[in-house]
């Protein structure tokens, strides 16, 4: 039997099931945390310890920051056209003549500015304690890896950000809900490498060289989805890092909310939700 994941709340503002994204904001105090007293961020990582030393054979708690890319050029296309307008026929074309945006479309400058916001937003937290990302996923698709080169990788990073932080792994799991939107069209390896070089980016391990998921006639499907982000809790598990950064779409962040028993929640682009998440292995098989 294969391991369950669910959700530990009560920590952050967005645990509630009825919060509302676009209400608390892409980057809430504390990235949301309750508890706003001097010492809250050791207070978090103590309860996060304790529930690890604590936890029987078979379970584990780690704590995930699921960032969403900023604006990219689709974002700003839908909002223009409306999402029927999009979705039933503006999303299948790479461009309107004004705009391009797919296949896998750049951040726009408000885009570019929001990933500013998230890197103020670590750094302002680091010195108060924030526990660090120590490993680092990300979406293939550009716009997820400049907004997290943008947060993470960039002037004054190194100052508060651990080696660690500094370096991603690069999932196609990651990726967005794809299939008919252009956008979501991957760019081929090759191109990828020539923006996104080692030791810095790291492809995992098969990474093919072209798309091979997307398909011009076919979305894919909520439960694929979900397996996907289950694919990267599984992925994420199997490491020793309890602190986990995921840059990556809101499509895919539902998915793994959905995996961990989460409704579906509104972050905005540019944001980041703290989740964290029990795994309990599966009985072994007899």
Same mark, same amino acid.
């Given at each position: 039997?294969?391991?369950?994941?669910?959700?530990?709340?009560?920590?952050?503002?967005?645990?509630?099931?009825?919060?509302?994204?676009?209400?608390?904001?892409?980057?809430?105090?504390?990235?949301?945390?309750?508890?706003? /007293?001097?010492?809250?961020? %050791?207070?978090?990582?103590? !309860? $996060?310890?304790?529930?690890? =030393?604590? +936890?029987? *054979?078979?379970?584990?708690?780690?704590?995930?920051?699921?960032?969403?890319?900023?604006?990219?050029?689709?974002?700003?296309?839908?909002?223009?056209?409306?999402?029927?307008?999009?979705?039933?026929?503006?999303?299948?074309?790479?461009?309107?003549?004004?705009?391009?945006?797919?296949?896998?479309?750049?951040?726009?400058?408000?885009?570019?500015?929001?990933?500013?916001?998230?890197?103020?937003?670590?750094?302002?937290?680091?010195?108060?304690?924030?526990?660090?990302?120590?490993?680092?996923?990300? /979406?293939?698709?550009?716009? %997820?890896?400049?907004?997290? !080169? $943008?947060?993470?990788?960039? =002037?004054? +990073?190194? *100052?508060?950000?651990?080696?660690?932080?500094?370096?991603?792994?690069?999932?196609?799991?990651?990726?967005?809900?794809?299939?008919?939107?252009?956008?979501?069209?991957?760019?081929?390896?090759?191109?990828?490498?020539?923006?996104?070089?080692?030791?810095?980016?790291?492809?995992?391990?098969?990474?093919?060289?072209?798309?091979?998921?997307?398909?011009?006639?076919?979305?894919?499907?909520?439960?694929?989805?979900?397996?996907?982000?289950?694919?990267?809790?599984?992925?994420?598990?199997?490491?020793?890092?309890?602190?986990?950064?995921?840059?990556?779409?809101?499509?895919?962040?539902?998915?793994?909310?959905? +995996?961990?028993?989460?409704?579906?929640?509104?972050?905005?682009?540019?944001?980041?939700?703290?989740?964290?998440?029990?795994?309990?292995?599966?009985?072994?098989?007899?």
């Amino acid at each position: 039997m294969s391991a369950t994941y669910t959700t530990i709340s009560g920590f952050f503002v967005q645990d509630d099931p009825a919060a509302v994204g676009s209400a608390i904001g892409a980057l809430p105090p504390r990235f949301g945390l309750l508890d706003d /007293s001097a010492d809250c961020w %050791a207070t978090f990582k103590a !309860k $996060i310890d304790e529930l690890n =030393a604590r +936890a029987p *054979a078979g379970t584990a708690y780690k704590v995930f920051w699921l960032g969403r890319h900023g604006q990219g050029y689709h974002n700003l296309a839908e909002a223009k056209y409306g999402s029927r307008a999009w979705d039933d026929h503006w999303s299948k074309l790479n461009g309107d003549g004004e705009t391009v945006w797919g296949p896998d479309p750049l951040l726009t400058r408000l885009g570019e500015l929001q990933a500013e916001e998230a890197h103020a937003a670590w750094l302002q937290e680091a010195p108060r304690g924030v526990p660090l990302p120590q490993t680092c996923f990300a /979406s293939p698709l550009k716009r %997820a890896l400049d907004t997290w !080169k $943008i947060t993470f990788d960039r =002037a004054g +990073a190194a *100052a508060v950000l651990p080696a660690e932080a500094r370096r991603v792994l690069v999932l196609e799991n990651c990726r967005e809900e794809y299939g008919v939107h252009t956008c979501d069209l991957r760019s081929t390896l090759s191109h990828l490498r020539t923006l996104y070089t080692p030791p810095t980016y790291a492809f995992e391990a098969g990474f093919a060289e072209e798309d091979p998921l997307w398909d011009a006639d076919e979305r894919e499907s909520t439960p694929h989805r979900i397996g996907r982000a289950i694919s990267v809790l599984d992925t994420a598990f199997a490491g020793d890092a309890t602190y986990i950064s995921i840059t990556a779409h809101g499509g895919f962040i539902n998915g793994f909310l959905n +995996a961990v028993g989460r409704p579906n929640y509104s972050l905005p682009t540019g944001g980041v939700l703290p989740i964290v998440v029990q795994r309990t292995a599966g009985a072994p098989a007899n």
